[in-house]
């Protein structure tokens, strides 16, 4: 999967005083992560599958609930049903990470998340068929992600070297989209097909390949140096307190997830603004991934980044005017189209926010940080759920797309002018 976009004819000089070629223009994705690390690749390998399942989980619930209620309302409730227990869990599953064996604690939840999904099929095909019973699944689901994802993600610095870490940013981030893009898909045909507790089940099959990496992964206890403090959440906030680049790169994705995260309103939309069924859902929640999974795949191009804060901040920009131009829209393939570069501005914002994150904390902070990091990234769309759900229904759906992307873009240009040394942040000297 990687290429270049030309072989380049300049030369440098090596330490010896030869001539070494200068190093290929990369334009796509880097797999030396994947080569180099049996372990690395087993887990990416996992994920990628455990995402596709949860992709047709995470359609199948709003689908579920839309037809029960007819509310998008209802739609963003759910979103904040698995918010509460993200952001109470979240910090605290960082902590843990901190505490214990890493590998132990991702197999101990990546479990738990395969039993509720089970549990969800075994419910719908009892005919449970009630809004509290599919509100009450999904926190819990939102608890064991939350405990799953600050260990899992603390692992991959102890996988690979540092100079692969932007390279293993780019590759997770073909894992998320690709699980965003292939498993809506699929469950919106499955759902339609066979029904939800279809969805649910191959969902819960699908977290095997995820526990079977963590399983051949060694035993993984945080770094600590001899005198440490007990880790708690507490000592993880104070030392965020410490790095206000870090910090803005979590303001900078609230932003975006928080005042542009128009997905609750999809099944209004699919209805009312083209006219469709539970496929346009799926092609709807679909096209961002789509979009993400191209700027995955061609992010070979990002390792010539250097200013990462201003490739941030225009990135989120540009996922805010894309989601407003899309609410005006009323051409579905136009929709799509605007939809998948939301997607990839995104991929571009999330591989530099991780790299900063993973470059400037030690491991023994590192699951608290990851913590406060998933509580962003997963929190904020459940928020922006709950936001735009709820103003779909109090003015009009494609009224709430506009106006949160016109708010993004206001906000995360506030933002950078409020803290001009983030947009000269280099990664070459990265300051925290």
């Known amino acids: 999967m990687s290429g270049t976009s030309g072989t380049g004819t300049g030369t440098a000089r090596g330490d010896g005083g030869e001539q070494a070629p200068a190093p290929r223009r990369r334009l796509l994705a880097d797999l030396t992560p994947l080569r180099t690390s049996?372990?690395?690749r087993r887990l990416w390998v996992g994920s990628t599958i455990s995402w596709t399942g949860q992709g047709m989980?995470?359609?199948?619930?709003?689908?579920?609930?839309?037809?029960?209620?007819?509310s998008s309302f209802s739609v963003g409730l759910a979103g904040l049903c698995s918010?509460?227990?993200?952001?109470?869990?979240?910090?605290?599953?960082?902590?843990?990470?901190?505490?214990?064996?890493r590998r132990l604690l991702g197999l101990v939840s990546a479990t738990g998340l395969a039993v509720l999904s089970a549990l969800l099929a075994a419910g719908t095909v009892a005919g449970l068929h009630h809004v509290g019973f599919l509100y009450a699944v999904v926190a819990l689901q939102s608890t064991c992600g939350a405990l799953n994802a600050p260990a899992r993600q603390a692992m991959i610095p102890r996988l690979l070297p540092r100079e692969q870490l932007p390279a293993a940013n780019a590759l997770s981030s073909i894992t998320t989209t690709s699980g965003?893009?292939?498993?809506?898909?699929?469950?919106?045909?499955?759902?339609?097909?066979?029904?939800?507790?279809?969805?649910?089940?191959?969902?819960?099959?699908?977290?095997c390949a995820a526990l079977y990496a963590m399983w051949r992964l060694p035993s993984m206890p945080p770094r600590r140096g001899e005198g440490a403090e007990r880790p708690s959440v507490v000592a993880g906030l104070r030392f965020l307190g410490t790095l206000p680049n870090v910090r803005m790169t979590f303001y900078t994705d609230l932003c975006a997830m928080v005042l542009a995260q128009?997905?609750?309103?999809f099944p209004a939309l699919a209805v009312l603004a083209y006219g469709g069924d539970a496929r346009t859902v799926g092609l709807l929640v679909a096209a961002p991934?789509?979009?993400?999974?191209?700027?995955?795949?061609?992010?070979?191009?990002?390792?010539?980044?250097?200013?990462?804060?201003?490739?941030?901040?225009?990135?989120?920009?540009?996922?805010?005017?894309?989601?407003?131009?899309f609410g005006l829209t009323r051409d579905l393939w136009l929709g799509l189209l605007f939809l998948a570069v939301a997607g990839c501005a995104d991929t571009v914002s999330m591989v530099f926010r991780s790299t900063m994150l993973q470059s400037a904390v030690p491991d023994d902070m590192r699951g608290?940080?990851?913590?406060?990091?998933?509580?962003?990234?997963?929190?904020?769309?459940r928020a922006g759920d709950f936001l735009a759900g709820t103003a779909g229904d109090v003015f009009s759906p494609a009224t709430a797309v506009v106006a949160g992307g016109v708010a993004c873009v206001v906000a995360v240009g506030l933002l950078a002018l409020a803290r001009p040394g983030f947009l000269r942040y280099d990664g070459r000297a990265p300051r925290p």
């Open 57 to 70: 989980t995470h359609l199948a619930v709003s689908l579920h609930v839309y037809e029960l209620t007819g």
């Open 368 to 381: 608290r940080l990851q913590g406060v990091f998933i509580v962003v990234v997963a929190g904020g769309p």
């Open 289 to 325: 991934a789509m979009g993400a999974l191209v700027g995955g795949v061609f992010s070979g191009w990002l390792g010539r980044v250097n200013r990462h804060g201003l490739a941030i901040v225009v990135s989120v920009a540009a996922w805010g005017a894309a989601m407003a131009v």
């Open 180 to 207: 965003g893009l292939i498993g809506p898909m699929l469950g919106g045909l499955v759902v339609g097909a066979w029904g939800y507790e279809a969805a649910y089940l191959i969902d819960a099959v699908a977290f």
């Open 83 to 101: 918010l509460v227990p993200l952001v109470a869990f979240g910090l605290y599953g960082g902590a843990v990470a901190d505490r214990v064996d």
């Open 262 to 265: 128009p997905k609750a309103l």
């Open 38 to 40: 049996p372990d690395y």
